[in-house]
């Protein structure tokens, strides 16, 4: 069977967390602070904190943000619940909203229509690797957190992505560009936010009592960090050399009713290739008797598990039912990219 997903995990890595474990630190120290100077340098931002996932990195930037019960916070309904999950932690309204139809990111004008008084922030991933329009979202005047739990590594307008919100987030966990099994960064230029979440990541031993977190990273995760990020460049690398087979193999054919369009002011990363068809199920069903693994991208949209009703999200809706993520990672080899391209 070949893997809808897989960690690329070198020898290098597995010297790196060796070292770090033979030291006899595994929790926060000067691992962390390293990876977390070499992220911040990679982004091209000032600030990162290493935190112990994705989520707990959205839940913090949120905080930060001074977010509380009765604010409201935008985001697509075309996500997981890891930002649903975040958002219900700081007990916010949460609101989703629909995506575009050509790159499955947040719809910007989905977003203005549910812009409120009490919107205060927008949450704005770059799925599956694609970068979204960010720049329209910045003009909103309304604090951007960038999602980039898939977007590590790719750019927009020649910068990285997660240089631009009022903060970012990335995930490390198993499946992701960067893996560390779990943890997460929050990025940022703003030193006031980044010492607000460094004093909530950091529950023992303070002087006042306040309600903080035990989000820290460990440092032999810290090490993996540290080894995959010098490693990140080739691994894009091989996913962009996948898709461009999968892009030949399948152009022209009538069964693909859509590929996820790329802007020409980026360059994606590629965590994912989604192609839409007809009969999802059956197609997935058909490819897992051929020995391939490809998934729905998203499991469930948040709207459905909040009861909201499907026609507020005709985009989200129509993606949900017709995309499959196929298989793409450094190691898949290319006569196994072939073999998938030749099995569709």
Known sequence: ????????????????????????????????????????????????????????????????????????????????????????????????????????????????????????????????????????FLKTGIPVIEDCAHGIGADYHNKKLGSFGALSIFSFYATKMLATGYGGMVATNNKRLAERIKNLREFDNRADYITRYNYQMGDWQAALGLSQLAQLDSFIKRRREIARLYDNALAGNTGIMYRQAVRRESHPSWLRYIVGVKKQSEFLTRLHKKGIEAKRPVFKPLHRYLGLSPRQFPVTEYIYKTAVSLPIYPSLSKQAAAYIAKSI
């Open 1 to 136: 069977m070949i893997d809808h997903s897989q960690p690329a995990i070198t020898l290098r890595d597995a010297k790196s967390a060796g070292r770090a474990l033979k030291s006899g630190y595994l929790s926060q120290g000067k691992v962390t602070a390293d990876f977390e100077k070499s992220m911040a340098r990679y982004i091209g931002v000032k600030h990162a904190l290493a935190v112990n996932s994705g989520t707990s990195a959205l839940h913090l930037a949120l905080l930060s943000l001074g977010i509380k019960s009765g604010d409201e916070v935008i985001f697509p309904s075309y996500v997981c619940t890891a930002v649903l999950n975040a958002v219900n932690y700081c007990h916010a309204k949460p609101v989703p909203v629909d995506i575009a139809r050509s790159d499955f990111n947040i719809c910007i004008e989905s977003t203005k229509r549910k812009i409120t008084k009490h919107t205060k922030a927008i949450i704005v991933p770059h799925i599956f690797g694609f970068a979204a329009n960010i720049s329209k």
